[in-house]
């Protein structure tokens, strides 16, 4: 299909000066209300600056303690001189030995590990709860489990309407 051009002298001076016209009222929006834009736009990106707190000086180092002098000792290990800041309480020997017996493949090893720590409570497993989804678990207890008190008959009959899919409802059948 080809498309057909009904261009002629008249209807291509109609669109040039609807160009013309769209722009000059673009350029005459512009000069009223772009000052204002601006502004607006300044605002917005100056509420959206993040806070800049002010720097502190840097410490001065603290000066190592005397050595003794008396008897040389072998030099401290790195482990020793930094304790590590952990976010979880040390693990049970029992649990961690674990680790080292048999493989995943079997379900042994690292795998009989980590179904051993979820099983505990994230409060015997970490100091504090980490990110907000712990706070809506953390100290709740042991689950509870909830006895229907309704017998089966009568669920299967409440939840199914009584008329049909497509007919017309009853007026019982709906909740207010």
């Given at each position: 299909?080809?498309?057909?051009?009904?261009?002629?002298?008249?209807?291509?001076n109609?669109?040039?000066?609807?160009?013309?016209?769209?722009?000059?009222?673009?350029?005459?929006?512009?000069?009223?209300?772009?000052?204002?834009?601006?502004a607006?736009?300044?605002?917005?990106?100056?509420?959206?600056?993040?806070?800049?707190?002010?720097?502190?000086p840097?410490?001065?180092?603290?000066?190592?303690?005397?050595?003794?002098?008396?008897?040389?000792?072998?030099?401290?290990?790195?482990?020793l001189?930094?304790?590590?800041?952990?976010?979880?309480?040390p693990?049970?020997?029992?649990?961690?030995?674990?680790?080292?017996?048999?493989?995943?493949?079997?379900?042994?090893?690292?795998?009989?590990?980590?179904?051993?720590?979820?099983?505990?409570?994230?409060?015997?497993?970490?100091?504090?709860?980490?990110?907000?989804?712990?706070?809506?678990?953390?100290?709740?207890?042991?689950?509870?489990?909830?006895?229907l008190?309704?017998?089966?008959?009568?669920?299967?009959?409440?939840?199914?309407?009584?008329?049909?899919?497509?007919?017309?409802?009853?007026?019982?059948?709906?909740?207010?």
């Open positions: 299909m080809s498309r057909q051009l009904n261009m002629d002298t008249v209807r291509q109609f669109w040039k000066e609807e160009y013309l016209r769209e722009k000059m009222l673009r350029c005459e929006w512009h000069h009223k209300y772009g000052s204002m834009v601006k607006k736009q300044k605002a917005k990106t100056a509420a959206h600056e993040p806070l800049k707190l002010p720097a502190l840097p410490k001065p180092p603290l000066s190592p303690p005397p050595a003794p002098k008396a008897v040389p000792s072998k030099a401290p290990s790195p482990a001189e930094a304790p590590i800041q952990s976010e979880m309480y693990v049970l020997p029992a649990t961690r030995a674990l680790l080292y017996e048999g493989i995943s493949h079997d379900f042994q090893g690292r795998y009989r590990y980590l179904n051993t720590r979820k099983l505990d409570m994230p409060e015997r497993r970490y100091l504090f709860p980490i990110t907000t989804n712990f706070t809506y678990g953390w100290q709740l207890g042991p689950p509870v489990k909830q006895e008190v309704s017998c089966k008959m009568c669920r299967i009959e409440s939840f199914f309407r009584k008329n049909g899919a497509f007919a017309l409802l009853d007026p019982q059948d709906l909740a207010l």
